[in-house]
């Protein structure tokens, strides 16, 4: 086998030139085509001054090919009260229903005899800290979702086959990138509500999430230390036909005496536990169930319960919540306004203002933090991007330690459809590369290293071959499995032996991103040592389409995509990140605010 040519050996290489000098001027010319991000978003020119286009009202597929539009849902709910009122009124009338009623009013005391009465302190702050708190996890979610509006069952997302959307259907373009597929939300409902703001809301909404987790621990241990549980678990069956009663006097609207501040009704009982015993913990498992990390670790689960599974799942926990808070509000502003509030917010049973006034400065504070939020993130996205980081870092490099492993996929796991995404490379050096077919194509690989090389891709296809069929997981919500082979970079590692300090690895891309500059991304020299770590320039058995990133690509399995450089045309190996670009670990960290360890 030939081996590859190191920079001192390459035919026309200047002799009086030292290969620490070559290596010198590689990285400065690497270096040169870097641009710096800013430090605030102007929205005219974020993210390449792409278009603020919105989608379309939300659908969900019926069949085959046809889809709902999901607004039919108000005339038809408005309709269905109009017969359902009536209907639930004739009923009342009929002896066997009013006896039924008579049997089961609604609530039982004996229900929450072990709580007391009334509501203790703690709980009225923990209700005004999830509602506070909900707030930025409900407006970045939507955010997250804007970024890739399409939800699947199956673990491939393949366009026409999701079940819902808030997108157009995908055009026959062959080159459409994801994120042209994405959208902006009305004013006011994403965070921050700008199209492919999703780095942000990301800071935003698992940062937020790790706050509300925390409270929520404190929650249930008060919940049960205090006895409040029993105020929110069913402990009899008759909090069904409860229920059922409750339903028909609510739909009659002759409504059954509200008696919140001793028992609740069963229809409340019911609606509570599902939120807090069921809802919660099902957003905590499908919000793991979306970590590629956790995905590839716990395979047999994945492999029934893809991670697209987890984001539908994920998406339908936040409408009941959405529901719940909407029919929650209606019932307290319609049921006894004052008392209600007055129970929740004030701690006392009577019609006197105290608790509406408290109520008031409380949606004041929400109202000022739901204005605030988004302005703040576009003239501040660093403070926003450490804050976030400080709050999740420890759970990112946690679950960064979980390697994926090789064999959890075979061929008839590989997907129809592998979304296209990123800068497509148009200078004059690629195209040139291009249309002789790579032939002149050289990998400079330099920095940090005791062995510079340029290896064409005859060079690398003649190192030893590498090949696996992994999952891809992008930011922005979509997957794919596809089959890679190239070179592993540990054999790349040890044929340009890196010096001591060289902690990461820099790839350079002939695409740039979406401000100017080349795109760039670096990763640990650990994780390059990973079986999963590799430079491909075949994808399913063919060589790299253009779309994909011919002639070389990165493959490192336990990163997210946009961390995968397409198009590489150079690698450098660092002491640290900082010394690069604007020192964030990458171009979408520097521009669009990501995390360079982004595992989660």
């Known amino acids: ?103 089961y009013p609604g609530a039982d005391p004996a229900w929450s005899a072990g709580a007391g009465t009334g509501f203790p302190a703690w709980l009225s702050w923990q209700h005004f800290f999830n509602l506070f708190l909900m707030v930025f996890i409900v407006r970045a979610g939507l955010q997250i979702l804007a970024d890739h509006p399409r939800l699947y069952w199956t673990r491939h997302s393949t366009p026409g086959h999701e079940w819902f959307r808030m997108q157009k259907p995908v055009p026959e373009d062959p080159l459409w990138t994801a994120k042209e597929d994405s959208i902006r939300l009305p004013s006011g409902v994403g965070l ?4 492919h703001t999703i780095g942000l809301a990301r800071w935003w909404h698992l940062g937020t999430d790790v706050v509300f987790l925390l409270n929520g621990v404190v929650f249930y241990v008060l919940l049960f230390v205090t006895g409040q549980w029993h105020r929110v678990v069913p402990t009899s069956w008759d909090v069904l036909p409860n229920a059922a009663s409750t339903m028909i006097q609510y739909l009659s609207l002759d409504w059954p005496p509200e008696k919140g501040w001793v028992v609740y009704n069963g229809l409340q009982l ?187 891709l005859e060079d690398l296809r003649a190192l030893p071959p590498h090949e696996q069929i992994t999952q891809h997981f992008c930011i922005q919500g979509w997957s794919g499995v596809a089959k890679w082979g190239g070179v592993s970079m540990t ?18 891309s002939f695409g740039e991103g979406a401000d100017g500059g080349i795109y760039y991304d670096a990763h640990p020299i650990e994780e390059m040592r990973g079986e999963l770590a590799m430079l491909a320039f075949d994808m399913n058995g063919e060589p790299l389409p253009f779309g994909y990133g011919a002639p070389l690509r990165l493959r490192n399995e336990v990163q997210l995509g946009f961390k995968q450089v397409k198009w590489i045309k150079g690698i450098e190996l660092v002491a640290g990140i900082d010394e690069v670009g604007g020192g964030y670990g990458g171009y979408n960290e520097d521009h669009e605010f990501f995390g360079y360890r982004q595992a989660i």
Not at 494 to 508: I, N, Q, R, S, T
């Open 192 to 195: 921050p509500g700008v199209r």
């Open 270 to 456: 019911i609606a509570y536990f599902v939120t807090v015993f069921v809802a919660a913990p099902l957003a905590l498992v499908s919000g793991l169930g979306m970590s590629p990390a956790l995905s590839t670790r716990f395979r047999r689960i994945s492999k029934v319960l893809s991670i697209q599974f987890a984001r539908s799942l994920h998406f339908l926990v936040m409408v009941w919540f959405l529901v719940f808070i909407a029919m929650h509000v209606t019932m307290v502003f319609t049921t006894g306004l004052l008392n209600n509030l007055n129970h929740m917010f004030a701690g006392r049973n009577d019609d006197s203002w105290v608790g509406f006034w408290v109520f008031a400065v409380a949606m004041v504070v929400v109202g000022i933090a739901w204005w605030a939020a988004s302005p703040f993130t576009l003239r501040h996205p660093r403070v926003v991007q450490r804050v976030g980081s400080t709050l999740i870092g420890p759970f990112e490099r946690w679950f960064a330690h979980v390697d994926a492993q090789p064999g959890e996929y075979d061929e008839s796991d590989i997907s129809p459809y592998f979304w296209h995404n990123g800068r497509y490379p148009d200078s004059a050096e690629y195209r040139t590369l291009a249309d002789s077919g790579f032939v002149d194509y050289r990998l400079e690989i330099s920095g940090r290293v005791e062995h510079p090389v340029e290896l064409s």
């Open 1 to 103: 086998m030939d081996h590859p040519r190191r920079s001192e050996d390459r035919p026309g290489a200047d002799d009086q030139v030292s290969q620490t000098e070559r290596a010198q001027q590689a990285v400065r010319r690497f270096r040169s085509e870097l641009t710096l991000g800013e430090d605030s978003i102007d929205t005219d020119t974020w993210a390449g001054s792409i278009p603020q286009v919105y989608g379309v009202a939300p659908r969900v597929r019926v069949g085959r090919s046809r889809w709902f539009n999901l607004l039919w849902l108000v005339p038809i709910a408005a309709v269905g009260l109009v017969v359902a009122i009536p209907a639930a009124q004739g009923l009342r009338n009929v002896p066997a229903v009013a006896d039924f009623i008579e049997r």
């Open 491 to 508: 054999t790349i590692l040890d044929l340009v032996e890196p010096h001591p300090d060289a902690e990461w690895v820099v790839f350079y």
